[in-house]
């Protein structure tokens, strides 16, 4: 069994492996892709390539392959939401962060798939990724931060949430260049975390009419806490059973 704690990329990120064959070297490589991921890709890096292509020192023909599929990403979810959700926003750098989390730990749950793990959990800040379950998943009630609002069951997958807690209105609605305040948390569950943290957060930067965005979208569940403290969830949400929670 491994298990494994280190703060990568602005917050904690915990692994945790049942299987007993898996050596401690796949956690080396787990931290040790995180820690890349953070040096090439983080727009508060000034040497990172994600800056030198937000100052024009890199042309598009030059990026890498893995910055290519990242902002592909990026725009597909500008287009999906109308431009609330928009990685360049007006008067700001250039921030695929949105992105790059859920992408980068999902490729490092592959990662450990590849090194043998069948039974694991990758918990980046909150934002989680499981295989080889039931895993149980609590998530934060919106405003109290020593309560869960719901508690999940989820076997394989990943689940994402996007909140105003823990850096207060930071998420921008692209189409009016405002604080995104219509909801107070929004919580997707799908197959990978590549998906689940970004329709999260692409449809937190909706507002409300995010929730119905992001459920509509096939292989989707949502849980959702809106600015009137109401509280929405899809049919399919893979809540555990309220005795055991």
Aim: aromatic fraction near 6%; proline fraction near 4%.
């Amino acid at each position: 069994m491994l298990h494994r704690v280190e703060h990568v990329m602005g917050f904690p990120v915990s692994l945790r492996v049942d299987d007993e064959s898996v050596p401690e070297s796949a956690a080396d490589t787990v931290f040790a892709w995180l820690r890349e991921v953070d040096a090439r890709f983080s727009p508060f890096k000034e040497d990172s390539e994600v800056s030198r292509y937000d100052r024009g020192e890199l042309s598009a023909d030059g990026l890498s392959a893995d910055l290519h599929e990242i902002l592909d990403l990026c725009e597909h979810y500008r287009k999906a939401t109308g431009g609330a959700f928009d990685v360049r926003l007006p008067g700001r750098r250039l921030d695929p962060c949105a992105v790059v989390k859920g992408w980068s730990v999902q490729r490092a749950a592959e990662l450990l798939k590849a090194a043998g793990a069948t039974r694991f959990v990758v918990n980046a800040g909150g934002d989680v990724v499981v295989s080889g379950g039931p895993w149980r998943v609590g998530v934060r009630h919106p405003e109290h931060a020593d309560q869960l609002c719901t508690v999940l069951s989820l076997p394989d997958g990943a689940v994402a949430t996007s909140a105003r807690y823990e850096r207060g209105d930071h998420i921008i609605d692209g189409r009016t260049g405002r604080q995104a305040t219509g909801l107070l948390s929004l919580t997707v569950v799908a197959a990978t975390l590549t998906e689940a943290d970004s329709v999260a957060t692409a449809a937190f930067a909706m507002g409300a009419e995010g929730i119905d965005w992001a459920a509509s979208l096939e292989g989707c569940e949502v849980f959702a806490v809106d600015a009137e403290r109401r509280v929405l969830r899809t049919p399919g949400f893979p809540t555990a059973e309220a005795k055991a929670a």
